[in-house]
């Protein structure tokens, strides 16, 4: 499996700005993925991120709020815009390889808003 | 988005007793994947499976892949205390691209006391 990292761990942010979050795998990947889990919640699927072109987002999600780059196959960015105490949560990145269903997670990110 | 009902929610179980848990959905999938979260921590994978009927082991852990493709099982043998910590199933449709998306279930939390 990859390494995955995840900057920040964690951080405590003001209402009504932006974090930027970063993925970084040890090997290329073809599939990343972008996860939130709520407090006490499960794992809900936010976006595929593609490189080169734009993020494929899920039912809930919009581009405007969670902006996602992926310049190349080992790198990810998330970005959580214009944050209310609600996108409070954990942030997870995950990898998986194009033919490959095993998925792979990175430590997450540890996000609370004021 | 949609979640797989995962049952029991909680099990507070005593060291060295068995554990079983499953995961049930609507609709069929064709990789059943489990994971386990400790506390400030991401998921790792813990067994994968790819056939209706399969039985998987990785040490004290089984699952199974159900038939109906519907629903998939956990067992945990001689539980251990480092045994603690949320394990979610995870669901997934295709074999490659944007069908590599998993759905998790709502997880499991365990506890086991010494």
């Known amino acids: 499996s990859a390494v995955i990292s995840q900057k920040p761990s964690r951080d405590i942010c003001q209402r009504g700005t932006s974090l930027t979050i970063q993925c970084q795998v040890d090997s290329q990947v073809t599939m990343m993925f972008w996860y939130r889990q709520q407090p006490g919640q499960s794992l809900t699927l936010i976006a595929t991120a593609n490189q080169g072109s734009e993020a494929t987002y899920e039912s809930g999600f919009v581009i405007d709020k969670f902006p996602i780059s992926r310049p190349n196959l080992t790198f990810s960015t998330l970005t959580v815009s214009n944050m209310s105490p609600e996108d409070s949560s954990i942030y997870l990145c995950s990898v998986g390889r194009y033919s490959y269903n095993e998925q792979f997670f990175g430590p997450g990110t540890r996000l609370t808003v004021l | 988005g949609q979640q797989l009902n995962q049952s029991p929610q909680s099990m507070f179980i005593q060291e060295g007793e068995d554990v079983s848990m499953n995961c049930t959905s609507s609709s069929i999938f064709n990789t059943w994947l489990w994971y386990k979260q400790d506390p400030g921590e991401g998921p790792v994978l813990l067994i994968a499976?790819?056939?209706a009927g399969e039985l998987t082991s990785n040490g004290r852990l089984t699952a199974q892949f159900g038939i109906t493709r519907k629903d998939s099982f956990l067992n945990i043998s001689a539980s251990i205390p480092s045994d603690v910590g949320i394990y979610f199933c995870a669901g997934q449709w295709g074999y490659g691209g944007a069908t590599n998306k998993l759905i998790f279930g709502t997880g499991t939390l365990l506890a086991v006391q010494p």
């Open positions: 499976l790819y056939k």
